[in-house]
Nanobody, 126 residues
Framework: QVQLVESGGGLVQAGGSLRLSCAASGRSFGSYHMAWFRQAPGKEREFVADIVVGGGIIGYKDSVKGRFSISRDNAKNTVYLQMNSLKPEDTAVYYC???????????????????WGQGTQVTVSS
């Protein structure tokens, strides 16, 4: 089992940047497929980015490509989401998720993730 704690959210103006962190506790962080999702008020939770166990395959939601970057540091049991050129439509609660799947492919469905953090609020003002 793994426990996930997100940090780094906040209020930022459009065009600004934030870096989210997700610290994992528990065993074998390096064996988990990691991802970031987000959920805006009144909307369903949506995939933002993921990174496979070995870090060699990364996926992004189309609307964040070129602006967001996911990375992981297995030595620190942490996954990051660097968010640049933020837009008001990026406003949401951002969640970190972990999957026990070892598939070398992007996983976009939230139903395939086994563990979730509590979320961190990101608000982008216009």
């Amino acid at each position: 089992q793994v426990q996930l704690v997100e940090s780094g959210g906040g209020l930022v103006q459009a065009g600004g940047s934030l870096r989210l962190s997700c610290a994992a506790s528990g065993r074998s962080f390096g064996s988990y497929h990691m991802a970031w999702f987000r959920q805006a008020p009144g909307k369903e939770r949506e995939f933002v980015a993921d990174i496979v166990v070995g870090g060699g395959i990364i996926g992004y939601k189309d609307s964040v490509k070129g602006r967001f970057s996911i990375s992981r540091d297995n030595a620190k049991n942490t996954v990051y989401l660097q968010m640049n050129s933020l837009k008001p439509e990026d406003t949401a609660v951002y969640y970190c998720a972990a999957s026990t799947s070892d598939t070398p492919a992007v996983i976009t469905s939230p139903n395939l993730y086994d563990y979730w953090g509590q979320g961190t609020q990101v608000t982008v003002s216009s």
